[in-house]
């Protein structure tokens, strides 16, 4: 035989300094049988209107309120039971003694058993979301990736805005050129650093390091969306790669970042993870493929195509319809002329000129002309 399980649906509060709201619209009825996150009710207090959705399936048992009733923080609406003849016996629950409304973080608004749930785990109500009403699934979710390091000592509400949060993967210091960049923007919330060379909490620019990698999975199921890849890749191009793949896999997107004294052509496409920095130049028709970086100053002319991966140094140039092959890199003030086809993980050194192709892997040195 199995034993029937209730849940109470409380009156949740809405407004830290407003236990009373009014119930204005009611969806269910007695003995209805709801899905989780199945809207129940509507209530409207003087600040907010917010919905109230079923924590779990059931049977709607033990209605207890009607549309347009005044009703009060810790109220019962109902019980959702596992059997459609479960009786109710709960009696209404009061606020936890150890919290009241002004001990709330501000704007939090949090349904009664969520709260027990997270006072009996002792978390931190300051890292919980304020842009939605908190259920027992988004506190049973905050504890479950309780493990990432120091969150509430870094006041970090990552959920507030969970399509412009992003993190920073890696510290040095195309890392720290990234978060000047991010912020000149201002269209990423910078929530910290990803690095595992640094001691979790060590401020990069103003920004915590939050962990290494085995971090990232726990950040995206807390809502972080975003991830820039911090690893420039100049020694080591595979690392740049690794990181990107790390990211993938923890389901993070690599957006496009543009500094916005940059200027990319209408025509132009940019496909995702890459990063175009101060003063370069992105010119008509120029496809520039994923993961790229066009580095401060750099030119990249007319109907160029860069392969993914391509690492453009400052003040770089690229003449008209110059193609690059994938993981090429070019140093500082380099020039290509026009129509030079470059093979893949060619590297040319700072100030080279090139005027012929290069064949895949091939190294042009730098302040050398090709062909010599």
Not at 87 to 98: F, G, Y
Not at 213 to 223: C, D, H, M, R
Not at 285 to 313: E, Q, R
Not at 321 to 327: C, I, T
Request: aromatic share 6%.
């Amino acid at each position: 035989m199995i034993t029937p399980i209730a849940t109470p649906v409380y009156i949740p509060m809405l407004n830290p300094n407003e236990r009373d709201a009014s119930l204005v619209s009611l969806f269910i009825s007695e003995g209805q049988y709801v899905k989780k996150d199945e809207i129940l009710c509507t209530l409207e207090t003087t600040k907010s209107v917010s919905d109230i959705y079923a924590e779990r399936d059931g049977y709607v048992i033990g209605l207890m309120l009607a549309p347009n009733q005044s009703v009060t923080v810790g109220d019962t609406l109902c019980y959702i039971a596992t059997q459609p003849d479960w009786k109710p016996t709960q009696k209404k629950i009061e606020l936890n003694d150890r919290t009241t409304p002004s001990e709330l973080p501000p704007g939090l608004r949090i349904t009664n058993p969520a709260l027990a749930l997270a006072q009996q785990d002792n978390l931190d109500l300051r890292i919980l979301p304020t842009d939605r009403l908190v259920t027992q699934d988004i506190v049973q979710k905050y504890l479950k990736h309780s493990s990432l390091p120091a969150l509430a000592d870094f006041n970090i509400n990552i959920l507030g805005k969970p399509e412009t949060a992003v993190v920073i993967y890696g510290g040095g210091g195309h890392g720290k050129s990234l978060i000047e960049l991010i912020n000149a923007m201002g269209t990423y919330q910078i929530i910290g650093v990803i690095d595992d060379g640094f001691p979790v909490g060590t401020k990069i620019l103003g920004y915590p390091v939050l962990g290494d990698n085995q971090v990232l999975p726990a950040l995206f199921n807390l809502g972080v969306q975003h991830a820039i890849n911090a690893i420039g890749g100049i020694d080591n191009l595979n690392s740049r790669i690794e990181a990107f793949n790390r990211l993938r896999e923890a389901g993070f997107t690599c957006p496009v970042v543009t500094h916005p004294t940059a200027f990319v052509e209408k025509s132009a496409t940019i496909e995702p993870g890459t990063q175009i920095f101060a003063h370069a130049y992105v010119g008509s028709d120029a496809l520039i493929n994923f993961g790229c970086i066009i580095n401060t100053g750099a030119i990249v002319s007319h109907d160029c195509v860069l392969g993914k991966y391509v690492n453009l140094s400052p003040g770089a140039t690229l003449a008209g319809r110059v193609q690059l092959a994938d993981s090429v890199l070019v140093g500082m003030q380099a020039t290509v002329n026009i129509n030079v086809v470059i093979g893949t993980r060619v590297r040319i050194g700072n100030g080279a000129t090139v005027k012929a192709a290069v064949p895949e892997g091939g190294i042009v040195r730098a302040g050398t002309a090709w062909p010599k």
